[in-house]
């Protein structure tokens, strides 16, 4: 790192007013420390509350801070990515509005950047969330990572930094669908983790909803590997597989032994089963095939109704 270069901070917003405040103060500290150069972009993802007041604010106290504000809200990834589009930095962060990933950190990130790492990210040790919140991550972040095709690093959010070939790599993904985490891992180049433990939020609630969640949940899984169109395949080839063995079954009975022909249950019992299946491997692909329509209809990742000193 040498004199001149620039930091770029991207921050995504969602209603997120009760923290702004706190979040420039300890920001500023942690960027002013490092004496280089630096700009951040908070974009605003269609809030509803004071937020986008706030950044008007913050960019004429300090020009350096600056403000996106998207047409709607379009969630996490598309708020980040449409920072990333207007930065222009040598190390671009992005860090959460609500302090939950501690801006300090971001010094050890420039100095494992300093050493040549290309992508520096946080990777997280522990977290003051509820117990179930913690439970469900850790499983769904272990079956992820079992099945994915990249291998991708357990327990690792959006905090991280990019060096500017990383950031330009990223910048070329087009998928529509962005699980940024999973992304960053797809790029490669020389990667390193620094362990944090994750904070409680500073205010105010989650602005993730559970339904975000789960839909970002899906994106990581479908978006980095096709297991689940094999496991579709093989409950169709286990269940072929019983319904011969059982007719052979009842043909033995039928032809050989004086055994009635077991009747009704067990015929609702197949009939119910197969159809549950096979609804359930139809919705699998239907995950596929959503996906490809989303990707071929190309419309944007967000669209910007306000920029405020970029
Ligand atoms: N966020 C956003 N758009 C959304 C939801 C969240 O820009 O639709 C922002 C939010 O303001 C915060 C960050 O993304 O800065 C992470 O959100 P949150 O803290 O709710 O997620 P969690 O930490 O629970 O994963
Ligand atoms: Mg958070």
Known sequence: MTKGQKIGVIVPIFNEEDNL????RRLSSVLDSTGLD?????????????????????NKKDPRWKALSLSRNFGHGAACTSGLDHIDAD?????????QDPPELILEFL???????????GARTGRSEGWLR??????????????????????????????????????KLPERHRYLTGLRAWLGYPQVSVPYERQSRHASSP???????????????????????RLATLVGL????????????????????DKPIIGWSSTMVLISWTGGMILFTVGIIGEYV????????????YLVKEKVGL
Do not use: C
């Open 91 to 99: 190390a671009v962060i992005f860090v959460d509005a609500d302090l």
């Open 38 to 58: 630096y700009e951040v972009i908070l974009v605003d993802d269609g809030s509803k509350d004071g937020s986008l007041a706030l950044m008007r604010e913050f």
């Open 21 to 24: 405040p706190e979040l420039k």
């Open 111 to 121: 100095k494992k950047w300093r050493e040549g790492h290309a992508v520096v990210f």
């Open 207 to 229: 602005k993730q909803s559970l339904a975000k969640l789960v839909s970002l949940a899906f994106d990581a899984i479908f978006g980095f590997s096709s297991a689940p169109l």
């Open 134 to 171: 913690r439970a469900v991550t850790r499983v769904f972040y272990r079956i992820l990572s079992g099945v994915s095709a990249t291998p991708l690093p357990l327990d690792a959010g959006i905090f991280s930094l990019l060096d500017r070939t990383a950031a330009d790599s990223l910048r």
């Open 290 to 301: 959503g996906r490809i329509y989303d990707e071929i209809k190309q419309r944007p990742i």
């Open 238 to 257: 286990v269940m072929a597989a019983g319904a011969f063995l059982f007719s052979l079954n009842v043909f033995y009975d039928k032809f050989f032994t």
